[in-house]
């Protein structure tokens, strides 16, 4: 059977005008168009690893060229267009693949790249959509260990703050509240660093730095900030935990710690009105 969204190995069967007939082992055929196999010779009785989809008459062809997924695959798409019925993204061929509206999870902006998995509609048609949780594989023991770096991309948010990611593009994840600072948007692709692997396999991962790390870096922002604002800034350990995150992007607490560590140094100094640099 020809399969629409998979590779299929299949015999060339016969060459027209316009293309080439291939057919598998029961004699099912499906068209090579010529513009599908551009560089390739191709003879009678040749067996080929073709892609099986529907032009955009939605007829059924095959094409050598290599698509960014198959069906049942989850993949980091670009959305090129967008309409009152769905979106479409490139996945690698002629004609893109639709994103109904009932399978888009949040808003689709054109140009970003967000996370598809790929499946077959009622119609026998390929579409995508952007609800991927079930579709993630959960991390087989031994596979990542504490403090490894990996890449992960946010496929859903969820109100209290929680971010959902893709660790790798493969397995599932998630980015607690207290674990992310900056606001991080669906479809964005972050470094993070694991901190902990939950007993079911989902991969715990933070976006903030090593203590140590963190510490220094903020170390240097006030410091920064101080030398430019004439020694003196408006921010003390008494300030509101709102101000602090608006203008160093960290908690009360570890602004506190660092502010107090610069005071050992005595490269600051604090009072009711806020801190100055000595």
């Given amino acids: 059977m020809i399969a629409v969204g998979q590779y299929c190995n299949l015999k060339v069967s016969k060459k027209v005008d316009f293309g080439y007939y291939l057919e598998d082992k029961f004699g099912d055929e499906v068209l090579l168009p010529n513009s599908a196999a551009k560089g390739h010779e191709i003879k009678e009785g040749d067996k080929l690893e073709v892609f099986v ?5 939605d007829r059924l062809i095959s094409t050598l060229k290599k698509p ?6 989850i993949a980091y798409l ?54 991927i949780d079930q579709y993630l594989a959960l991390a087989e023991e031994g596979k990542y260990k504490v403090s490894d770096e990996v890449n992960a991309i946010v496929y859903d948010t969820c109100e209290n703050g929680t971010l959902n990611v893709a660790i790798d593009g493969e397995y599932r994840g998630l980015i607690l509240a207290n674990e992310h600072f900056d606001y991080i948007y669906p479809g964005q692709e972050i470094k993070a660093r694991i901190k902990k692997i939950y ?3 989902t991969i715990g991962v933070t976006t903030r730095k090593k203590r ?27 300030s509101s935990p709102e101000d602090i995150k608006k203008q160093f992007n960290t908690s009360k607490n570890y602004f506190k710690m660092t502010l107090g560590g610069l005071m050992k140094e005595k490269l600051i ?10």
């Fill in 199 to 201: 007993e079911d396999g």
């Fill in 53 to 57: 989809y529907r032009d955009s008459q």
């Fill in 212 to 238: 140590l790390e963190a510490r220094s870096e903020l170390s240097e922002e006030i410091l920064k900030y101080l030398r430019e604002n004439g020694g003196f800034m408006p921010f003390n350990d008494k």
């Fill in 269 to 278: 100094t604090q009072d009711k009105e806020g801190t100055k640099l000595l």
């Fill in 68 to 73: 960014l997924l198959t069906v049942g695959e």
């Fill in 78 to 131: 670009e959305v090129v267009s967008q309409n009152n019925i769905g979106a479409f993204v490139n996945f690698g061929l002629e004609r893109d693949l639709f994103v109904p509206l009932k399978e888009q999870g949040f808003k689709l902006k054109e140009g970003k790249k967000y996370l598809f998995y790929m499946y077959v509609d009622k119609t026998d048609r390929l579409a995508a959509t952007t609800r």
